[in-house]
T-cell receptor, first 112, second 117 residues
Framework: GENVEQHPSTLSVQEGDSAVIKCTYS??????FPWYKQELGKGPQLIID???NVGEKKDQRIAVTLNKTAKHFSLHITETQPEDSAVYFC???????????WGAGTKLIIKP | GAGVSQTPSNKVTEKGKYVELRCDPI?????LYWYRQSLGQGPEFLIY????????DSGLPNDRFFAVRPEGSVSTLKIQRTERGDSAVYLC???????????????FGAGSRLTVL
């Protein structure tokens, strides 16, 4: 089955700098890769997603890149702000089942 | 409703007791998912409903766990003979149609934190 690994587990960046979180997946049949942001005491919230027919997608300060050959995808946040502090999860989905398989999460800390 | 509502937000129970957790999805969403999240981990899939039926229950850890969605809207996750290892945040999510159908966003509730003493 699918396995998703996420790095780093904790990332501390200066406000205004960029942050990059990386994930790898094992199932080459996976075709949908969402990123979720989870704040303390709340459920995960989708911030961006990408499908396997696209290499990159941007939404304002957030971008996701996908390398299908290497089976990895990354989240890029530019011009980080204090409100970006949260835990970020990557996930992968394949049509072989109905399950999103999640990474272990990255705690992003934005230093003022 | 406007979002996914889960009750209770917190539940403390004793080992061996029975627990029910409720999820009220976004109105009109046919797909409903239960996930379990342990501290410092990503959510772990439990069960997926399409309408009233469980399309995939392969994530339920054992037969102490059961979930229903009798009218295709509200769902209840039921845990019998709770164990300390069941302590976690139980998350519910819904989407307009199932993930396999294409462009669907999973909207999560805030979760029910279960503590088994």
């Amino acid at each position: 089955g699918e396995n998703v690994e996420q790095h780093p587990s904790t990332l501390s960046v200066q406000e205004g700098d960029s942050a990059v979180i990386k994930c790898t997946y094992s199932d080459s049949a996976s075709n949908y890769f969402p990123w979720y942001k989870q704040e303390l005491g709340k459920g995960p919230q989708l911030i961006i997603d990408i499908r396997s027919n696209v290499g990159e997608k941007k939404d304002q300060r957030i971008a996701v890149t996908l390398n299908k050959t290497a089976k990895h995808f990354s989240l890029h946040i530019t011009e980080t702000q204090p409100e970006d502090s949260a835990v970020y999860f990557c996930a992968a989905f394949g049509d072989s089942n109905y399950q999103l398989i999640w990474g272990a999460g990255t705690k992003l800390i934005i230093k003022p | 409703g406007a979002g996914v509502s889960q009750t209770p937000s917190n539940k403390v129970t004793e080992k061996g007791k029975y627990v029910e957790l409720r999820c009220d999805p976004i109105s009109g969403h046919t797909a409903l998912y239960w996930y379990r999240q342990s501290l410092g981990q990503g959510p772990e899939f439990l069960i997926y409903f399409q309408g009233t039926g469980a399309a995939d229950d392969s994530g339920l850890p054992n037969d102490r766990f059961f979930a229903v969605r009798p009218e295709g809207s509200v769902s209840t996750l039921k845990i019998q003979r709770t164990e300390r290892g069941d302590s976690a945040v139980y998350l519910c999510a819904s989407s307009l149609t199932g993930l396999a159908a294409g462009a669907n966003v999973l909207t999560f509730g805030a979760g029910s934190r279960l503590t088994v003493l």
